[in-house]
């Protein structure tokens, strides 16, 4: 994707992940209608069709064989990988790696696990409300992701970055506040477009840091401090939730939030990108 577009890569980002959280939006309907309609084998087997014409159109693409083949570059010394692994040496890229990892610590601990015990057992919603209100912060994802890229092409990554984690941690204290479906629905939207901001403008900010020629070593290192957040963050806000409540759950994300927001503004540019 980054080196498809060399510039505007916020708006080509923003859009390719919009088009995919639309696609896991109405996928959960779509395959439950043909679950019914022609059974759990012919929806196993019209996704493996799908995913099979997917491959195809990428793999005979002129297109990215061409920008695969202007990306190719001699073998590197080992050394040089030192250049975007975390530590003192490289603050910026340590900055968004932390963002990274706090932002699926929280949505996978806070918001995936004690979110939806908060909304049954504390304000008694049933399932089918914590569904919509689940599907509607999505909705809030895919509105935002459709156009803070292009905003943070025009305004800068970390502004964006920025504003995004502050509507998050403001939606994580106005849930411990609100005690009807509707205005924690609403709260959720918006909690939902923050995250999207996030979500689109973070990852791009890492490119921007991040040198050309081991940018693809950058995204792996970012993906790998994700999968570790969305690893640990049920296990430790399960732990708060347990010893001291909801409460404590939602503020503790929010200044963790607000904590990885003043690292993002730290981080560096690098005068390459």
């Known amino acids: 994707m980054f080196d498809i577009f060399r510039s505007g890569r916020g708006r080509a980002l923003g859009t390719f992940q919009s088009i995919e959280f639309i696609g896991s939006f109405i996928g959960a309907p779509i395959g439950g209608f043909m679950a019914g309609a022609i059974g759990y084998r012919g929806v196993f087997t019209v996704s493996a069709i799908l995913a099979t014409a997917s491959f195809m159109i990428a793999y005979f ?37 932390i963002g990274s990892f706090s932002r699926m610590f929280i949505w996978n601990g ?19 409300t914590i569904g919509i209100i689940v599907s509607v912060r999505t909705l809030g994802i895919i509105i935002s992701t459709a156009i803070s890229g292009s905003l943070s092409d025009r305004l800068g990554r970390k502004p964006i970055v920025v504003t995004g984690m502050l509507v998050e941690a403001l939606s994580l204290y106005a849930y411990t506040r609100l005690y009807t479906s509707e205005l924690i629905s609403l709260v959720s939207l ?17 490119s921007d840091i991040a040198p050309s020629f081991l940018r693809g070593s950058a995204i792996g290192i970012y993906r790998t401090f994700m999968d570790i957040g969305g690893f640990t963050g049920p296990i430790f806000f399960m732990l708060i939730y347990e010893e001291y409540g909801s409460l404590s759950s939602f503020l503790s994300a929010a200044a963790i939030i607000l904590v990885t927001s003043i690292m993002i503004l730290l981080a560096k540019t690098s005068k390459e990108n």
């Open 190 to 206: 918006i909690e939902g477009f923050g995250r999207g901001m996030v979500l689109t403008s973070l990852i791009t900010l890492l």
């Open 61 to 97: 693409s002129k297109e990215l064989r061409q920008t695969e083949n202007s990306g190719l570059k001699g073998r590197m010394p080992l050394s040089s990988f030192r250049e975007v692994l975390p530590g003192i040496r490289n603050i910026s890229l340590t900055a968004v790696y």
């Open 110 to 128: 806070a918001i995936g696990t004690v979110f939806p015990l908060y909304l049954n057992l504390y304000l008694s919603m049933p399932v089918e």
